[in-house]
Structure formats: C-alpha cells, structure tokens
Nanobody, 118 residues
Framework: QVQLVEFGGGLVQPGESLKLSCAAS????????MGWYRQAPGKEREVVAL?????????ADSVKGRFTISRDSTMNMNVVYLQMDSLKPEDTAVYYC??????????WGQGTQVTVSS
C-alpha cells in the first residue's frame, strides 16, 4: 500500500512561482512511474512531468523550460517535487501526484488546486 499526500497548491499571479510536494510512503516502495498530472475544468487529465523507473524524465511540451520535477528518497519515503516557474493562467488546474508501482498498482493523490490569475 502506498500513501500519497500533496502540498503546496494555491493562488498566484502570472509570472510567479509555486512548488508542489508529494510525499509517497509505504513498504517495499518501488515505482515504475512517479510524477505529476493535472486536470483543468472541462478538460481531460494530462501528464505534466514524471520519472520512469528507467531513469528518464518526461515533460509535457507546454511546461518544458518552466517546470522542473525532482525527488528525494529514503528507505520508506519518496518525495517528489514540482517546481513551477513563469506560471501562466493556462496552468490553472488541479494537480495530482501519481505512482505506479513495479507490480502495476496505480495510486493517485487527492489533488491540490493551482490557480494562476491576476
């Protein structure tokens, strides 16, 4: 079982920055995919940035150069961050942390609202 707890959403103005955190805990934690997705009103959920077990990092084209994903790992805890710079109104969405374990089990966080508005 993996527990995901997200932090860091809020209201910012265009051009400002925000950092999201997702604490992922659980025994025998080994992931296949770990990262961030978002869902804007009236739109489908989409990938923002993620790590794969193969060591690659993938970003949506719309956030390349502005967002940076990173992570810290301890024995039973992984924290994945999303540093979001130069935020735009179109980045407004609910942001979700996701983990897919090496056994294929799929976990999602509860979501955190990011609103970019002047």
């Amino acid at each position: 079982q993996v527990q995901l707890v997200e932090f860091g959403g809020g209201l910012v103005q265009p051009g400002e920055s925000l950092k999201l955190s997702c604490a992922a805990s659980g025994s025998d934690f080994s992931f296949k995919v770990m990262g961030w997705y978002r869902q804007a009103p009236g739109k489908e959920r989409e990938v923002v940035a993620l790590f794969t077990a193969g060591g690659t990092t993938n970003y949506a084209d719309s956030v390349k150069g502005r967002f940076t994903i990173s992570r810290d790992s301890t024995m039973n805890m992984n924290v994945v961050y999303l540093q979001m710079d130069s935020l735009k109104p179109e980045d407004t969405a609910v942001y979700y942390c996701r983990v897919v374990t090496i056994w294929g089990t799929d976990y999602w966080g509860q979501g955190t609202q990011v609103t970019v508005s002047s």
